[in-house]
């Protein structure tokens, strides 16, 4: 988008917060870079210059915006409908595995050579991978920096740095003030939290419909692992340095999240993870406006527009859960998940609420007696198959994994129909365009709507729903009264 110069140019001058994250304004004359919905008096136009990414800004010699704060921008919805390498790529950075793996780590995940990589990168978003996880370091080490009283080492190590050298010039180039007078201009009266659980707000694009999101989360809860309570959804987090507990309460223009972490350099992964689940960087315009063209959806769309799609922060874990809620209840498939927590989970604390454990890797259900398992012999085989090739690395359902790929993979194992292969797609893969014709609550929407009754029909209608079927799917939903559509009671 930033190459269209004249809707960019309009969309400054009305400061459009729905374009906020799809790209971002650098002003040659005060040598800064905007968001979109920048308060400010907007510049000339002969003085704008647009880039696709705050990295794209930053290597141009712009620093931030001390106003919008750009760096806390919603993501670009780019990354969330596209399966192409770019977006893989864009969303392995986003969960922290340059800062963990390097560039090489990121290509050997993608399949591709590192300059090929490199090459696609730059092209689009105008930064390099070693570029856009330097901007990705430099918003959190901002966070910790304005919320935290950690020591500046402290925050440097935890925002990914490697030296203390390269921390304190990110700062000064990135936001213009040393990382000191970023704390300093923290309003007076309000100072830094203790240490303990970090408070942060989760920005969204408007509208959003809280009620089937986190309605379906609670009402799909793992006992010990997730729970709703006080107004919030509170969920255990397994991480690559060690485990979280997100609280995350909806606010009419952001989410609210505390996070408590058992060590900091997480923090970016965490975050990373709870916008995926709650489907933040989603462009809730662009879905209803294309939904609301079927006149069988636009009342559902008019009536609480914005819905996202309930997505996981553990994408192996939701495929057990997957096979687990076959052919039951959701009741029926808590129970069964939950007595795998139960006794295969890693125990954790928490002070704050009722959260007990962890939910177990591939490899701890890895030696899974068939016998313990309190279903059909059917299910246990299509169980311990998708348990194996998920520990053995056979099967990749993380964020950068190739959606079609993984539907091939997940489609040769035993017992894996549609349903079960789909629903993975929707909620732990991340494809907008994930669509389940065999699912009951949409066969009973189906009905109610007098829409076509067979999966094969129903698809063939719903291809005026692409690419944004999934959303689709929460719409259909809706017209059902299972507690998936209601925001639960405080």
Known sequence: ?????????????????????????????????????CP?????????????????????????????????????????????????????????????????????RLGYSTRQIERQLNAELGAGPLALARAQRAQTARLLIETTPLPM??????????????????????FALTPTGLRDRVVKGHPPAGSGALSLRLPFRAPLCPDNLFGHLTATAVPGVEEWRDGAFRRAMRLPHGHGIATLRPQPDHVACTLGLTDLRDLTIAISRCRWMLDLDADPIAVDDLLRADPVLAPLVDKAPGRRVPRTVDAPEFAVRAVLGQQVSTA????HAARLVTAHGDLIDDPGGGL??????????????????????????????????????????????????????????PGFGPWTVETIAMRA????DAFIPSDLGVRAAAKTLDLPATPAAL???????????????????????????????H
């Open 356 to 413: 007990t454990h962890l939910f177990p890797t591939p490899s701890a259900l890895a030696g899974l007696d068939p016998e313990a398992l309190a279903f059909p012999k059917t299910r246990r085989t299509t169980l311990l198959s998708l348990v194996d090739a998920l520990a053995t690395g056979a099967l990749d359902l993380g964020v950068g994994s190739d959606w079609e790929e993984a539907r091939a993979r997940l489609s040769e194992l």
């Open 429 to 432: 893969l991340g494809d907008p």
């Open 459 to 489: 698809t063939r209608l719903a291809s005026r729903w692409r690419p944004w079927r999934a959303y689709a799917v929460q719409y259909l939903w809706a017209t059902g009264d299972h507690p998936i559509n209601l925001l639960p009671a």
């Open 1 to 37: 988008m930033h190459e269209d110069v004249e809707r960019c140019v309009r969309a400054v001058q009305s400061k459009d917060a729905r374009f906020d994250g799809w790209f971002f304004t650098g002003v040659v004359t005060t040598g800064i870079y905007c968001r979109p919905s």
């Open 332 to 335: 029926a498939a808590r129970t």
């Open 153 to 174: 080492g402290d925050v440097a190590f935890a925002a990914g740095f490697a030296s203390i050298r390269a921390f304190n010039d990110t700062v000064r180039e990135v």
């Open 40 to 108: 400010v008096v907007p510049p000339k136009p002969e003085n704008m210059r647009f880039y696709p990414s705050a990295a794209a800004a930053q290597q141009a010699g712009f620093r931030a915006c001390k106003r919008c704060r750009p760096d806390t921008s919603p993501g670009s919805p780019e990354w969330n409908h596209r399966a192409d390498v770019v977006a893989r790529a864009m969303r392995l950075i986003a969960d922290g595995v340059v800062d963990r793996e390097g560039v090489p780590g990121l290509a050997g």
